[in-house]
């Protein structure tokens, strides 16, 4: 078992700029694939970005590759979402997930463990 816990989001103007992190307990993050999904209000759930347990392999929807980057430090237990370039419609509440598999898997219901979210607001 894993738990995630997400930091990070807040309010950014348009262009900005924000660090989501995802600290990860109970067994080490190294073991897993771990992946940052965003939900607005009335959409489903949207896969954003994937990193392999190694750090070595990420995979990107294909709408936020070149803005968003996705790192992770196993020795922290931590997994990082680096937004850029913030638009309004980036505006959701953003959760990391976990799962043991391929990472160019980007169905949520195949991540076994998540977050609560953090909520990332994006002012016009």
């Known amino acids: 078992q894993v738990q995630l816990v997400e930091s990070g989001g807040g309010l950014v103007q348009t262009g900005g700029s924000l660090r989501l992190s995802c600290a990860a307990s109970g067994r080490t993050v190294s073991d897993y694939t771990i992946a940052w999904f965003r939900q607005a209000p009335g959409e489903e759930r949207e896969f954003q970005a994937a990193i392999s347990w190694s750090g070595y392999i990420t995979y990107y929807a294909d709408d936020v590759e070149g803005r968003f980057t996705i790192s992770r430090d196993n020795d922290q237990n931590t997994v990082y979402l680096h937004l850029n370039n913030l638009r309004p419609e980036d505006t959701a509440v953003y959760y990391c997930?976990?799962?043991?598999?391929?990472?160019?898997?980007?169905?949520?219901?195949?991540?076994?463990?998540w977050g609560q979210g953090t909520q990332v607001t994006v002012s016009s």
């Open positions: 997930a976990a799962r043991k598999g391929l990472v160019s898997e980007d169905r949520p219901t195949l991540y076994d463990h």
